[in-house]
């Protein structure tokens, strides 16, 4: 069976939502016929292990996780063509690593208070949107990160920021939430979504989630 591996160490914040997303994340993978492997373990990050799995997802990762080491077995695995996946405050991991900030895409900033929104479906052409309605309102963080990422990834997601309170990016309705985009060989998938344990029982977040695992990994 074809495998993905979830990581979900943190070295700052730990969300208690990551149980919740490992389970998720391992039901929604069987479904689509993918073995998900869940590891806190960095010593997974080597070529030889990597090479077993079709795709890897950081799981609300914080602070620094890999050593150098780690990182260039991931960069490798990268280069070759292997999908990443980052959820949530995947954003906020690495923060001294250049390329892992270019592989979600952006980095994270800050956020106002948990709080519901709505999101504007940007592309609904890909499998984590082409699900969705025009819009969708749901309750979770709304990240800033630290500068737009818009003009060099694909666009998925995006939020009003006159819909909630406490938004400092200025970027109106254009408020980055999901993208996709291509590191070199690979697919890489990010979403901003996922910070509370009940939006992993949402059907909806669950599709979104399922349809950019599965986009990373070409399955």
């Known amino acids: 069976m074809t495998r993905i591996l979830v990581f979900s160490k943190t070295a700052g914040y730990r969300h208690d939502s990551i149980p919740a997303g490992v389970a998720a994340i391992a039901e929604l993978a069987a479904r689509a016929g993918l073995e998900a492997v869940a590891t806190e373990d960095a010593a997974a990050f080597t070529a030889g292990e990597l090479a077993h799995h079709r795709a890897v997802v950081f799981l609300s990762n914080t602070g620094e996780v890999l050593d150098d080491d780690q990182r260039a077995a991931l960069r490798a695995f990268v ?44 592309d609904a052409g890909h499998p984590a949107t082409a699900h969705l309605g025009p819009a969708w309102t749901l309750t979770d963080e709304w990240y800033d990160f630290l500068d737009d990422p818009t003009p060099r990834v694909r666009m998925l997601l995006t939020a009003d920021e006159a819909g909630y ?44 989630l399922i349809g950019g695992i599965t986009w990373a990994a070409r399955v």
Do not use: I, K
């Open 79 to 122: 280069d070759a063509g292997g999908g990443f996946a980052g959820v949530h405050a995947a954003s906020n991991a690495e923060p001294d690593w250049p390329f892992f900030g270019e592989l979600v895409g952006a980095r994270f900033d800050r956020h106002p208070e948990l709080q519901p929104a709505t999101v504007a479906v940007a």
């Open 165 to 208: 309170t406490g938004a400092r990016m200025g970027l109106g309705a254009a408020h980055p939430v999901a993208w996709c985009h291509q590191v070199g060989a690979a697919n890489a998938f990010y979403t901003s979504l996922g910070h509370t344990e009940e939006v992993y029982a949402d059907d909806a977040f669950r599709a979104h």
